[in-house]
């Protein structure tokens, strides 16, 4: 039984650390986005004519 519980941790902690670092995945792109989207509003906001082009 504890061998069993022993593989149990192993894989619940894998799995934790494959959820934590998909999170840690999304975020970074989300913050990405965001940098993105902010770029574009500061750059249009700087330079009025940019979307008349």
Same mark, same amino acid.
């Given at each position: 039984?504890?061998?069993?519980?022993?593989?149990?941790?192993?894989?619940? =902690?894998?799995? *934790?650390?494959?959820?934590?670092? !998909? /999170?840690?995945?999304?975020?970074?792109?989300?913050?990405?986005?965001?940098? =993105?989207?902010? *770029?574009?509003?500061?750059?249009? !906001? /700087?330079?009025?004519?940019?979307?008349?082009?």
């Amino acid at each position: 039984k504890f061998c069993r519980l022993g593989d149990f941790m192993k894989y619940s =902690h894998s799995k *934790a650390m494959a959820v934590f670092h !998909k /999170i840690v995945k999304l975020v970074k792109n989300g913050v990405l986005i965001i940098i =993105h989207i902010y *770029a574009k509003v500061s750059h249009s !906001k /700087i330079h009025p004519t940019y979307y008349l082009t």
